[in-house]
């Protein structure tokens, strides 16, 4: 009850700013910023068209993009390999992290190498995996799925770990198999944990096959920019850009959102405070 | 003569846009040089809004505060220094320097600042964890190194928002008797928030008891029982006398509140 | 504190009371494992079920070292890219704790503009590698362009992620005592908020390292990435993998340190562990 009080006091020393329409402002005032300059640029600032198209071909490239099958298929590919890739980390990613979990040695002797290979810039490996895998989406999914893979079995493991005693105390008691606790008692107890790790993946995915469609592919969004780029298609490249861009934050939200706690109690750790920032290209 | 005045006090804050809910309202109170006073009343009736009101932390929506003949329109800690709930050490820094806090932030001298700092921790008797961190001491220390820091200020008035609220009840006793003795020893005016009996009683001159929300202070008993005091006064008729009285007082009122729902609350 | 665990076993926690033993044991089992996989992959390369040429042996990539470290062209391209690694660091590092510092305290600043940062840490940031291209060529400027952009995004996070650590109830000591604007912030929020200037500041090297080498990886004709890149296409795979694990030793090194020196920094948090 005394919550009521704290939290007026809370809110009065960090004022969530609630005024939407000042803060809408200040959003147009950005777009207006980026869209005076690019304007200013082209116009009296005198870029040359080889680097910033004007704004209205780029509008009109995108115009003509989206009624192109060639866009279609690319975006198809694109995002086919995201949801593979994704699909292979979070499963071996999560069912390593339990098995990882089942004993403390396990566990103890792994997630250093887990946290190692999070460190590790994978990034570096793709080139290679082109070489093995092949410049089909097959290099895409495996160097995603790769990256992707040590953000999932982190922190499920890292989860899995911190669950309360007092949790796994009341499965012994009532003669819980490893099975159960694992589905009922340690999967609910770390769940906020490894939602946040495959938030994570589902990042580390997108990054990496939109980056490694751009280092070598032959299909893709990706690789339809990289090749816009090199013939100097210039209003093409732009337009492709943004329109990755969309095509990145909309599957992110729709993922994000499918990812979120549902039940009450599990708040979801804060997005901004989530180890995760540690996300790379 | 008087130290604090507090003149038609009112606190409504919005919750939400158009929802207002008012805190506390119609306080008047006076706090004499040098008295104790302690505020009680059932949870969630404005009696910390008002202890923030008196020290600046919280402008009134109606009425306003004095201090000696002043307005109080912003926290001064050389007149009126706080102590929190929560203690509210910074974990970061040792003992030592929690205690010169308010000193540093004052902007005081380095050498005034040790020298003032050490002095009071040896009067909370907390000298040889100078070079401790927070998270080392015992609930109830720190809370002793929240009171040093307060005094550290040497203000006119201490503020005390339930300082031991966050203590289990033998950390509470022994830290009660403790206190009795640095607050006694200091002459200082203490406005002191509480919402158990006992301790309403044990540290008061003068127990102002609030009614639920929105608060409204609904008697004021005077404690006429000799100083120093210690733990025997729990015994003492007068005491009794006292504590079924408040008890009356504060179960009335919430009795008077809508009926909760068991798990509700926090 | 020591709960003897017998849960532990369901658990996987550390159990306290032979915490020790069992530490130097996961030790142990940890090398095994490292060293069970070298031998494993050297065994498959010399019987032939795994093809050298793609995937090299271990024996080879040590042997690859000395001539690697006195090649000219790789010593040039180390410097070349810790200069590249330096400068963005270090645009990225000063802009993104400026940035998060505003974004931190100013709510509706922050409401503004923090879910655009936050956006775009989740976005594949290299769709805007050919347009920096454009503006800077292929040489080192890009490189440090787009790896400032990478650390930006990802100090400018994990700073105001810090300034959200910085509790109320401290400011509220501070408004209390009448601290100056500057106090309060040298005071309370600077230290509030340092576990998560430490995490920017290793964020922020770890991204402009990243964002280097793909700028590398991409276009460039200098630096590690684009070594990798070349000796990659000519099946010198030992040679690319050999850069490769030094250049992610290095790394881990780093991190793994820095991590141990950010403990010990905030080892007044009240949920340390030590």
């Keep these: 009850m005394a919550t009521t009080e704290s939290a007026f006091r809370a809110r009065a020393f960090r004022a969530r700013a609630k005024h939407s329409s000042t803060v809408w402002a200040l959003r147009l005032l950005l777009l207006l910023i980026v869209v005076g300059a690019w304007l200013y640029g082209t116009g009296p600032g005198e870029i040359s068209f080889l680097i910033l198209p004007p704004l209205g071909e780029v509008f009109s490239a995108i115009g003509g993009l989206v009624t192109t099958q060639v866009f279609w298929t690319a975006l198809g590919v694109t995002v086919f390999e995201m949801l593979v890739a994704f699909l292979l980390a979070a499963v071996v990613g999560v069912s390593l992290g339990f098995f990882l979990s089942r004993t403390p040695l396990r566990a103890q002797a792994s997630e250093p190498l887990l946290s190692w290979g999070y460190m590790f810039p994978v990034v570096l490996l793709y080139p290679l995996f082109l070489l093995w895998v092949g410049v089909g989406i097959g290099s895409k999914i495996a160097y995603a799925a790769t990256a992707a893979f040590f953000?999932?079995?982190?922190?499920?493991?890292?989860?899995?770990?911190?669950?309360?005693?007092?949790?796994?105390?009341?499965?012994?008691?009532?003669?819980?198999?490893?099975?159960a606790t694992d589905r009922h008692i340690k999967a609910g107890a770390a769940r906020p944990m490894i939602l946040s790790g495959l938030r994570i993946g589902v990042s580390v995915v997108m990054i990496s096959v939109v980056l490694a469609e751009l280092l070598g592919s032959n299909a893709g969004l990706g690789y339809e920019l990289q090749r816009a780029a090199s013939t100097l298609r210039l209003p093409d490249e732009y337009g492709i850009a943004l329109l990755l861009l969309v095509v990145a934050v909309t599957l992110q939200r729709v993922l994000e959102l499918a990812l979120r706690p549902r039940r009450p109690g599990q708040k979801a750790p804060s997005r901004a405070t989530e180890p995760a920032a540690q996300l790379d290209e | 003569m008087t130290d604090l005045r507090v003149e038609g006090l009112q606190v409504a804050y919005e919750t939400r846009p158009g929802e207002r809910l008012v805190a506390c309202q119609d306080i008047s109170l006076t706090v004499a040089s040098g008295e104790f006073v302690t505020i009680i009343g059932p949870s969630g009736c404005g009696k910390s809004t008002v202890l923030h009101c008196m020290g600046g932390l919280l402008p009134p929506t109606?009425?306003?505060?004095?201090?000696?003949?002043?307005?109080?329109?912003?926290?001064?800690?050389?007149?009126?220094?706080?102590?929190?709930?929560?203690?509210?050490l910074f974990p970061w820094k040792n003992i030592l320097e929690n205690v010169g806090m308010g000193l540093t932030f004052a902007g005081a001298g380095k050498t005034e600042i040790a020298g003032k700092a050490a002095e009071k921790l040896d009067f909370v008797g907390l000298g040889e964890?100078?070079?401790?961190?927070?998270?080392?001491?015992?609930?109830?220390?720190?809370?002793?190194?929240?009171?040093?820091?307060?005094?550290?200020?040497?203000?006119?008035?201490?503020?005390?928002?339930?300082?031991?609220?966050?203590?289990?009840?033998?950390?509470?006793?022994t830290l009660g008797s403790d206190m009795a003795r640095i607050l006694e020893q200091t002459q200082r005016s203490v406005v002191l928030i509480t919402h158990s009996l006992d301790e309403a009683i044990f540290w008061a001159d003068r127990i102002i008891v609030m009614s639920a929300r929105p608060g409204t202070i609904i008697e004021e008993i005077e404690v006429k029982a000799p100083r120093p005091r210690d733990l025997s006064m729990m015994t003492e008729p007068e005491f009794q006398a006292i504590r079924v009285r408040l008890f009356d007082l504060i179960q009335l009122q919430q009795a008077k509140k809508a009926p909760q729902p068991l798990a509700g609350g926090r | 504190m020591a709960v003897p665990s017998v849960y532990a076993g369901r658990l996987g926690a550390s159990t306290r009371t032979r915490r020790g033993t069992s530490r130097a044991e996961a030790r142990v089992w940890r090398t095994a494992f490292i060293v069970g996989v070298v031998v494993l992959w050297e065994l498959l390369a010399r019987t032939g079920v795994i093809d050298e040429r793609f995937a090299?042996?271990?024996?080879?990539?040590?042997?690859?070292?000395?001539p690697l470290l006195s090649d000219p062209q790789v010593l040039e391209a180390l410097g070349m890219t810790l200069y590249a690694v330096g400068a963005s660091f270090a645009i990225g590092t000063a802009g993104g704790m400026l940035v998060g510092?505003?974004?931190?305290?100013?709510?509706?600043?922050?409401?503004?503009?923090?879910p655009i940062v936050m956006m775009l840490l989740g976005t594949p940031k290299s769709l805007f590698l050919p347009v920096i291209m454009l503006f800077f060529g292929l040489g080192v400027e890009s490189a440090i362009v787009f790896g400032s952009i990478l650390t930006f995004v990802h100090v400018t996070v994990n700073v105001v992620a810090g300034v959200d650590l910085v509790e109320p109830k401290h400011l509220m000591v501070a408004k209390a005592y009448r601290a100056s604007r500057w106090k309060r912030f040298r005071h309370v929020i600077l230290p509030g908020a340092s576990p998560g200037l430490f995490t920017a500041i290793w964020h922020g090297l770890r991204n402009g390292f990243t964002g280097v080498v793909i700028a590398q990886l991409f276009t460039a004709t200098a630096g590690i990435g684009y070594l990798v890149r070349v000796y990659s296409n000519n099946f010198q795979t030992d040679r690319a993998l050999t850069l490769i694990l030094m250049v992610s030793l290095v790394l881990i090194l780093v991190g793994t340190g820095w991590n141990h020196v950010e403990k010990r920094l905030t080892s007044w948090r009240p949920d340390a562990t030590q």
């Design chain 3, 56 to 66: 090299s042996k271990p024996s080879s990539i040590v042997m690859a070292v000395p």
């Design chain 2, 62 to 88: 109606q009425g306003r505060v004095l201090f000696g003949g002043d307005e109080v329109v912003q926290p001064n800690p050389h007149n009126a220094a706080f102590v929190f709930q929560d203690y509210s």
């Design chain 3, 101 to 114: 510092v505003i974004l931190g305290l100013q709510p509706m600043l922050r409401t503004a503009y923090f």
């Design chain 1, 151 to 179: 953000p999932i079995a982190y922190n499920t493991l890292r989860g899995l770990r911190s669950v309360d005693e007092k949790y796994l105390k009341v499965g012994v008691a009532f003669g819980a198999s490893r099975l």
């Design chain 2, 129 to 173: 964890f100078a070079h401790a961190l927070p998270r080392e001491l015992s609930g109830g220390m720190q809370q002793r190194v929240a009171v040093a820091r307060a005094l550290a200020m040497e203000p006119r008035v201490l503020l005390m928002d339930e300082p031991f609220g966050a203590l289990d009840e033998q950390s509470r006793r």
